[in-house]
Antibody
């Protein structure tokens, strides 16, 4: 059974780049798409983007100019970089495996809270 | 870009009652790509339904999904105490320019104890 674990700084300063890593265990990174989703405090889920291990990506149009999702296959990890952050980027960030054909997200990490503040 | 609208925003029901949650897409979508998730406070979302009607592994049969085109429904036949949570629909969308795709979520429906 695939398990996912997010890691990264819990506090990022405004205008800086948020960087998170999702470590995949119990499965191969080549078996799924890999998504990042976030949830601002008290709000709903927002899809950020997804990637395939070979490098193909798709991003939420509202975040596209600031987002980069990539994989490190040697470590079975994938990462999220979100540049020029503001307080509006404060959220719980989740990584999730995404089915290659039907695009549902069947395994989720527990989430990591990122606060943007000086 | 596809937008998913869920209704109602909040559903107040008692244990044992039937819950009917709606997810409407801004344009016709394939039912193959419609999923539902349950999220409890402080927890990550959990996949309930995929392909509009298929239950994920371990999901009890009191949860069922239906619908096609632009209108989809999640039904909980008899609410149990652990079912009070927020529910989200999610869809694969292929209508972005340059062949890009998106995986938008609806805004969620909270099922609360009456």
């Amino acid at each position: 059974q695939v398990q996912l674990q997010e890691s990264g700084p819990g506090l990022v300063k405004p205008s800086e780049t948020l960087s998170l890593i999702c470590t995949v265990s119990g499965g191969s990174i080549s078996s799924y798409y890999w998504s990042w989703i976030r949830q601002p405090p008290g709000k709903g889920l927002e899809w950020i983007g997804y990637m395939y291990y070979s490098g193909g990506t798709n991003y939420n149009p509202s975040l596209k100019s600031r987002v980069d999702i990539s994989a490190d296959t040697s470590k079975n990890q994938f990462s999220l970089k979100l540049s020029s952050v503001t307080a509006a980027d404060t959220a719980v960030y989740y990584c999730a495996s995404t089915h290659l054909v039907l695009y549902y997200m069947d395994v989720w990490g527990k989430g990591t809270t990122v606060t943007v503040s000086s | 870009e596809i937008v998913l609208t869920q209704s109602p925003g909040t559903l107040s029901l008692s244990p044992g009652e039937r819950a009917t949650l709606s997810c409407r897409a801004s344009q016709s979508v394939s039912s193959s790509y419609l999923a539902w998730y349950q999220q409890k406070p402080g927890q990550a979302p959990r996949l309930l339904i995929y392909g509009a009607t298929s239950r994920a592994t371990g999901i009890p049969d009191r949860f069922s999904g239906s619908g096609s085109g632009t209108d989809f429904t999640l039904t909980i036949s008899r609410l149990e105490p652990g079912d009070f949570a927020v529910y989200y629909c999610q869809q694969y969308g292929s209508s972005l320019p340059f062949g890009r795709t998106s995986l938008p979520f609806g805004q969620g429906t909270k099922v609360e104890i009456k």
